[in-house]
């Protein structure tokens, strides 16, 4: 049995080695947590290998979810023909620019494949920041990066608005992450 002050000590270095982890991963990475949201559809939601197989069918190649910053969990939120609004919040420390990083799905056509142009407008707090375009011939970098000056975000909120365009039947657009950094993400990254 260890004696009482090296068990307190043990006790004091765990117990500040989760603190400090718990108080770095939240002042680094707001993370939108798509695959705990309540009252889902199932179609709301799709794996990797649910959206791999999809794209087969279609003779498309699925990019898999990134692994930046470690929020690789393949778990992708769909995005409706309506469109999808979600929140993302930033404590605001320093009166900088940040920028929100969405990892979207991102699909490439295989030889004979049919696929149509579609485009995704990309609005945050109301306002238009981005469209992105997949078609044949182009796609976007991933994941898709937005700069915000801090008069875009007065109060620390952050709502991301994803509208696809009318041609856009079904749920082609997905989000596998989002996340807002202070600095800018590096290929480390």
Not at 53 to 81: K, N
Not at 128 to 145: C, G, H, M, T, W
Not at 174 to 189: C, Q
Request: hydrophobic fraction near 40%; aromatic fraction near 12%.
């Amino acid at each position: 049995m260890l004696p009482l002050k090296l068990r307190i000590l043990l006790l004091t270095a765990i117990f500040l080695s989760n603190l400090v982890s718990v108080f770095a991963s939240d002042s680094i990475i707001p993370k939108q947590e798509f695959g705990l949201e309540e009252g889902l559809l199932p179609e709301d939601i799709a794996t990797y290998p649910e959206l791999k197989t999809w794209a087969i069918y279609q003779s498309y190649e699925l990019e898999p979810d990134a692994p930046h910053l470690g929020l690789q969990d393949y778990i992708c939120r769909m995005v409706p023909e309506t469109g999808l609004h979600f929140l993302l919040e930033k404590s605001v420390v320093s009166k900088s620019t940040v920028y929100l990083y969405l990892d979207i799905t991102r699909y490439r056509p295989l030889k004979g494949s049919k696929f149509k142009p579609r485009k995704l407008n990309i609005l945050v707090n109301g306002r238009p920041k981005l469209s992105i375009y997949a078609d044949r011939n182009q796609s976007f970098p991933n994941p898709v990066e937005i700069s915000l000056e801090p008069s875009e975000y007065p109060d620390g909120k952050i709502y991301v608005d994803l509208v696809p365009s009318n041609n856009s039947l079904g749920r082609f657009w997905g989000v596998w992450d989002a996340f807002v950094l202070e600095n800018r993400l590096t290929r480390e990254d």
